[in-house]
């Protein structure tokens, strides 16, 4: 008997049999987990390197052609895909669907770290990132004034970042869009010339002044104290009043006698805008 006939002949069987896959198809699509953006486990990591004055071909032959030389030894590679810019290295390793992520993560961190002292000295920074589906910002809120400085909006954005750290669904938290400060010192040579100060001799000044240091400690018999010695800079008059120099008459020579030392921002790397504003930008994922 074929199929079709059977199904016309007994209907009552055929609608309760298709009613019964509705209903399980009803119960699958409402109990189902779904997410904007669901994890998986891809096999996907990516190397980047900082490298400053380096040009693209410099990039390539000094640092992406041994990274891709070590990791094509592992198994299970799909394909290595490296762009080189100027200064930056950004290098996309993809296993075979299937393999033990974490397993190949400790592969490739290892090589990466094994090659590290055949690398120029002077990267800046080399780092191995997994790829992960969760890494996306799922809000973004700007922070604006008319007439609050910079400092004061990013005092103001550290608070709300630590209170949104706590939710506990929530990975990270950015704060975005704010220029890293800088201390610029403007040496004056006239008057570095004039007091017999080498720029070495400042920078050794700067650099001893900047310490922090464990004193160890005093035993005094029946009680004992820790001793601090806590010479780190934490305002700009502090960088100002770095001793340079001193005679055996008592003068001494101050940096800010022979340089102007000022707070200045970094270079941006990106511009934000809210409603023709410049704002601070929190990007919670």
Known sequence: ?????????????????????????LSALFNMPRGEDPPFNAPIFVVLAIYPGAGPKDMEELVAEPIEDAIYE???IKKIITDCDDGIML????????????????????????LRTDLPEELAGLEVTRATSSD???????????????SKLFDEAERLKKHLEKVPDLKKVEIQAYPEQ???????????????????????????SNLNIPGGSIDLGSRKFNVETNSQYEALDDVRNTVIQASPEGRVLYLKDIAEVELQDEDLTHVA???????????PC
């Open 1 to 25: 008997m074929k199929l079709a006939e059977f199904s016309v002949k007994n209907y009552q069987f055929t609608i309760i049999i298709f009613l019964m896959v509705l209903l399980l198809g």
């Open 74 to 76: 592992l198994d299970d």
């Open 91 to 114: 290098m996309r390793v993809e296993f075979s669907y299937g393999v033990d992520v974490d397993s190949k993560n400790n592969d490739v961190v290892r090589e990466v770290n094994r």
């Open 136 to 150: 996306v910002a799922i809000l973004q809120v700007a922070l604006t004034s008319d007439n609050a400085p910079y």
């Open 182 to 208: 800088r201390v610029e010192v403007r040496l004056d040579l006239e008057r570095m010339t004039q007091y017999r100060v080498g720029a070495n001799q400042l920078l050794v000044a700067l650099q001893s």
């Open 273 to 283: 805008r809210y409603n023709g504003k410049n704002p601070f930008g929190l990007s």
